[in-house]
C-alpha cells in the first residue's frame, strides 16, 4: 500500500489533551531542551483539566453528589504537592502540558518549541479525558517550522503502543467524533 494510503487508514480527530514527550535517549529526571520550565499556570492547567473532564463527563449526576466536595478538595490537594515538588526541584519536575493534537490510533501530530529528526524516537505519555493515560513510543515522520516562527509541526507514528492503549484511543476518537456530530446536529436544529 502507498505510504499517502497509509496515512489515512486510521480515523483522525483535532482535539486538547495532556501531553508529555521525550526523546528515548534523553533521562526521564532531566529537564527537556527547548521546553519552557513548569510554571504554577502550568501545572494548575493540567491538574484541573481532568478533573474539569470528568465532571463534565458526569454531569447532573456528580453535581448533586456528596462526594464532590471531597473530590474537590483532593484535586486541591494534589496541585499543591505538584506545585510544592516543582518549587523543591526546579527543572526537576516533568509534567504532561495541555496541548492541541492530532489523535489517531497510528499515531499523534503536536506542536513542539524544539526540532527532532525523522526517524527520531519518542516516549510519548497522553491522558485521554477524564482519567486514562496511555504511554507509547513513536517514530518521528517529520518536524516542519511553523510559519510563525514558534516552534515544529511535528507528526509521529506509533512504533510501541499496547493493544489495549491503542483501544482506548480508538475508543476515545469514535466517541469525541459522535458527541461532535451530535453537537452539530442539535446546533443545526
Known sequence: MPRSDERREWLRIDDRVLLEYRLITEQEESSIPGMPPVSDQAIAE???KPAADFFAQQGEQLAHSPLLPWMMKVDWLLEVIVKTLAQMHPGGVPIAQIADVNLSGGGIGFNSPRSFVAEDKLSIKVVLPPFTPIDATAR?????????????SIATEFV?????????????ILQTQAERLRARRNHTS
Open 46 to 48: 493540567a491538574m484541573r
Open 140 to 152: 518521528v515522520i517529520r518536524s516542519i517550522p511553523l510559519k510563525e516562527g514558534l516552534g515544529y
Open 160 to 172: 510501541s503502543l499496547s493493544p489495549t492503549d491503542q483501544e482506548h484511543l480508538i475508543r476515545h
